[in-house]
């Protein structure tokens, strides 16, 4: 049964049992999918009284032959006795409860949020914010001795991500200027960078984002200059700014600072710079819901319309205009190509030549949102064929590589796990990413990120993919096969020593306390982890994580940590559904990882243990 017209989950569950106060909303369409996609009903009028009658209190619209179907439908609804007028009274409360809540209908001067302005945003406190976010996000998950690499080393940076700042989906436009790796590590080595850019592309029939590497700006600057005009006619004055690239979906990347109208149109301007000479196919990818007008691309003074193949040659810069009239919800516009097969005979030559030269390679590799996004997910949990056989190229040449990854979900990577002298998971650092990056790189900064997944060494180490049962092996708590990288790890330039775990009874329940020593010559950050097992009950997870703390040591510095523990840690749930607190005697672990093998034989610190007997 879709959960839109669930009565058991969004009410029975949801309020009955755990006691939700709250308002429920669907998915956007969610309500319309149960006739036109799910084929519930023959009549759209019956889904839309369903979706109420289960305790869906308000509706997002969309993608839908029809946009709002409370609107449209549940007046005649009522009529008919498909739902009641106390039921709709009682979702207009909800979700008015909450507006109230907000302070929306309380005048301004009373509401704290409403005497923010928009100039605070990207202020210098957000900036700190970006970079302390990244700095403690990004895990070190392999090191050989290679990092930290010292001022007196030179660097050969490459890698289809290093001088792009990918950002996931539903990111927004950052108002400051984005820190790629290439920036940040060029601002923190200088000289001894030697970048390399990145010159693979796909075949011919295989779209991607046109890149701000083959974009100019008229001022000469990566990217393209769009003006952005406060309506949907290109009238009055616009604000200006540089965009990497067109691709943009502002019902989902707000706020944009200069998005700020209900209707607006954007003219982007600069140049075109292929690199082989070729037919391309070129085309913008946009939505408007209607009336909008449909967009366009010029290049070279002719107007291409939509989408069109076209002859380029490679070095010459042809002068592009594209533009984009916003006239109703759910705007997004995206420039694509296809690249025609490349006629250089090894793509790679250029970063190979400069792996050999350079004491270390920086490798930043990964995705983006042309591979993982809402409804474009992966094929594989593997990196792309090319950038496999990039990698393997690299470790050939016997020089240490140290491979970034940048990506929003886990990956199966064992050759480089195996081959590289290092490896980084940085994630989507954000606007100041690169700059993070280039700080733990060096040394100047510790990491002490920890993974909040476990990456499998194989796809064929997890279930299958319509398997929902989370005993048969998924997550930390179910899987007993080895990973690659277990959940909660993550290394660090220090050592971390646990010690004297106790437990002690409180008048709330438990408390679990121990240890942890700076045992080495860097301070750091230590993520205390604590779990607890199952007290060997059949069919429950072998840990479960109850808590977690972020601890700062400077060399030689100890401290005690302590995490609370009551009859909600020691609730466990049947295979019905049932949750009830489960006697038995239980094994608590704290330290700085899952208290499993390949933790620590990958060299992340240790656990302790100590026994709670719950009766």
């Given at each position: 049964?879709?959960c839109?017209?669930?009565?058991?989950?969004?009410?029975?569950?949801?309020?009955?049992?755990?006691?939700?106060?709250?308002?429920?909303?669907?998915?956007?369409s969610?309500?319309?999918?149960?006739?036109d996609?799910h084929k519930?009903?023959?009549?759209?009028?019956?889904?839309?009284?369903?979706?109420?009658?289960?305790?869906?209190?308000?509706?997002?619209?969309?993608?839908?032959?029809?946009?709002?179907?409370?609107?449209?439908?549940?007046?005649?609804?009522?009529?008919?006795?498909?739902?009641?007028?106390?039921?709709i009274?009682?979702?207009?409360?909800?979700?008015?409860?909450?507006r109230f809540?907000?302070?929306?209908?309380?005048p301004?001067?009373?509401?704290?949020?409403?005497?923010?302005?928009?100039?605070?945003?990207?202020?210098?406190?957000?900036?700190?914010?970006?970079?302390?976010?990244?700095?403690?996000s990004?895990?070190?998950?392999?090191?050989?001795g290679?990092l930290?690499?010292?001022?007196?080393?030179?660097?050969?940076?490459v890698?289809?991500?290093?001088?792009?700042?990918?950002?996931?989906?539903?990111?927004?436009?950052?108002l400051?200027?984005?820190?790629?790796?290439?920036?940040?590590?060029?601002?923190?080595?200088?000289?001894?960078?030697?970048?390399?850019?990145?010159?693979w592309r796909?075949?011919?029939?295989?779209?991607?984002?046109a890149d701000?590497?083959?974009?100019?700006?008229?001022?000469?600057?990566?990217?393209?200059?769009?003006?952005y005009?406060?309506?949907?006619?290109?009238?009055?004055?616009?604000?200006?700014?540089?965009?990497?690239?067109?691709?943009?979906?502002?019902?989902?990347?707000?706020p944009?600072?200069?998005?700020?109208t209900?209707?607006?149109s954007?003219?982007?301007?600069?140049?075109?710079?292929?690199e082989?000479?070729?037919?391309?196919?070129?085309?913008?990818?946009?939505?408007?819901?209607?009336?909008?007008?449909?967009?366009?691309?010029?290049?070279?003074?002719?107007n291409?319309?939509?989408?069109?193949?076209?002859?380029?040659?490679?070095?010459?810069?042809?002068?592009?205009?594209i533009?984009?009239?916003?006239?109703?919800?759910?705007?997004?516009v995206?420039?694509?190509?296809?690249?025609?097969?490349?006629?250089?005979e090894d793509p790679?030559?250029?970063?190979?030549a400069?792996?050999?030269?350079?004491?270390?390679?920086?490798?930043?590799?990964?995705?983006?949102?042309?591979?993982?996004?809402?409804g474009?997910?992966?094929?594989?949990?593997?990196?792309?064929?090319?950038?496999?056989?990039?990698?393997?190229r690299?470790?050939d040449?016997?020089?240490?590589?140290?491979?970034?990854?940048?990506?929003?979900?886990?990956?199966?990577v064992?050759?480089?796990?195996?081959r590289?002298?290092a490896?980084?998971?940085?994630?989507?650092?954000?606007?100041?990413?690169?700059?993070a990056?280039?700080?733990?790189?060096?040394?100047?900064?510790?990491?002490?990120?920890?993974?909040?997944?476990?990456?499998?060494?194989?796809?064929?180490?997890?279930?299958?993919?319509?398997?929902?049962?989370?005993?048969h092996?998924?997550t930390y708590?179910?899987?007993?096969?080895t990973?690659l990288?277990p959940?909660?790890?993550?290394?660090?330039?220090?050592?971390?020593?646990?010690?004297?775990p106790?437990?002690?009874?409180?008048?709330?329940?438990?408390?679990?306390?121990?240890?942890?020593?700076?045992?080495?010559?860097?301070?750091?950050?230590?993520?205390?982890?604590?779990?607890?097992?199952s007290?060997?009950a059949?069919?429950?997870?072998?840990?479960?994580?109850?808590?977690?703390?972020?601890?700062?040591?400077?060399?030689?510095?100890?401290?005690?940590?302590?995490?609370p523990?009551?009859?909600?840690?020691?609730?466990?749930?049947?295979f019905?559904?049932?949750a009830a607190?489960?006697?038995?005697?239980?094994?608590?672990?704290?330290?700085?990882?899952?208290?499993?093998g390949?933790?620590?034989?990958?060299?992340?610190?240790?656990?302790v243990?100590?026994?709670?007997t719950?009766?």
């Amino acid at each position: 049964m879709p959960c839109h017209e669930n009565r058991r989950l969004l009410t029975d569950i949801l309020r009955g049992e755990w006691g939700f106060d709250g308002y429920v909303v669907s998915d956007c369409s969610g309500v319309a999918r149960l006739w036109d996609a799910h084929k519930r009903y023959e009549d759209p009028a019956d889904a839309a009284s369903a979706a109420m009658n289960a305790g869906v209190d308000l509706e997002c619209g969309g993608y839908a032959a029809y946009e709002h179907m409370y609107t449209e439908f549940l007046a005649r609804q009522v009529e008919k006795g498909k739902t009641s007028e106390a039921r709709i009274d009682e979702a207009c409360l909800r979700v008015l409860t909450a507006r109230f809540r907000l302070g929306q209908f309380d005048p301004e001067e009373d509401v704290p949020f409403s005497r923010i302005p928009l100039s605070v945003v990207g202020c210098e406190k957000h900036r700190n914010l970006a970079l302390k976010s990244a700095l403690e996000s990004i895990v070190l998950l392999k090191n050989d001795g290679v990092l930290p690499v010292g001022k007196d080393k030179t660097i050969a940076l490459v890698g289809n991500n290093a001088a792009l700042c990918q950002f996931g989906d539903y990111s927004g436009i950052p108002l400051n200027p984005p820190v790629s790796a290439k920036d940040g590590l060029t601002a923190e080595y200088g000289a001894a960078v030697d970048f390399v850019p990145w010159k693979w592309r796909p075949d011919g029939q295989t779209y991607v984002t046109a890149d701000a590497a083959h974009l100019k700006t008229p001022d000469g600057g990566e990217g393209l200059r769009g003006e952005y005009y406060a309506n949907s006619g290109f009238l009055g004055e616009p604000k200006v700014r540089d965009d990497a690239v067109v691709d943009f979906a502002w019902n989902d990347q707000m706020p944009d600072s200069l998005v700020t109208t209900v209707q607006f149109s954007v003219r982007w301007t600069g140049e075109l710079c292929p690199e082989v000479t070729g037919v391309y196919l070129m085309r913008l990818k946009w939505s408007g819901s209607a009336p909008c007008e449909k967009p366009t691309i010029t290049l070279d003074g002719k107007n291409l319309g939509q989408e069109t193949a076209v002859s380029l040659e490679a070095g010459r810069r042809y002068p592009i205009v594209i533009e984009y009239q916003k006239a109703a919800e759910n705007p997004s516009v995206r420039l694509e190509w296809a690249v025609p097969e490349s006629g250089i005979e090894d793509p790679f030559a250029d970063e190979i030549a400069a792996a050999e030269r350079a004491d270390v390679t920086v490798a930043v590799m990964g995705l983006g949102r042309e591979y993982e996004s809402e409804g474009h997910d992966r094929e594989t949990l593997g990196l792309p064929p090319e950038q496999e056989e990039f990698l393997g190229r690299l470790f050939d040449t016997g020089r240490p590589v140290v491979v970034v990854l940048e990506n929003g979900g886990p990956l199966s990577v064992p050759r480089i796990e195996k081959r590289a002298a290092a490896v980084i998971e940085a994630w989507y650092p954000g606007e100041r990413g690169g700059e993070a990056l280039a700080r733990l790189i060096s040394g100047r900064e510790n990491f002490s990120g920890r993974l909040p997944a476990t990456f499998p060494v194989s796809e064929e180490d997890l279930p299958p993919f319509d398997d929902y049962e989370m005993e048969h092996g998924r997550t930390y708590m179910y899987t007993e096969k080895t990973p690659l990288w277990p959940f909660g790890f993550g290394l660090s330039y220090t050592r971390f020593v646990w010690s004297d775990p106790e437990v002690r009874k409180t008048k709330e329940g438990w408390e679990m306390s121990a240890s942890v020593t700076n045992a080495g010559d860097r301070a750091g950050d230590e993520v205390a982890e604590l779990y607890l097992d199952s007290a060997g009950a059949s069919g429950q997870p072998k840990y479960r994580l109850r808590g977690f703390a972020r601890i700062k040591l400077e060399p030689g510095e100890r401290r005690t940590v302590s995490f609370p523990l009551t009859e909600e840690d020691f609730t466990l749930y049947d295979f019905d559904g049932t949750a009830a607190l489960r006697h038995g005697t239980y094994t608590a672990y704290l330290g700085g990882s899952l208290p499993d093998g390949r933790s620590r034989e990958l060299g992340a610190s240790g656990t302790v243990c100590a026994r709670i007997t719950v009766s």
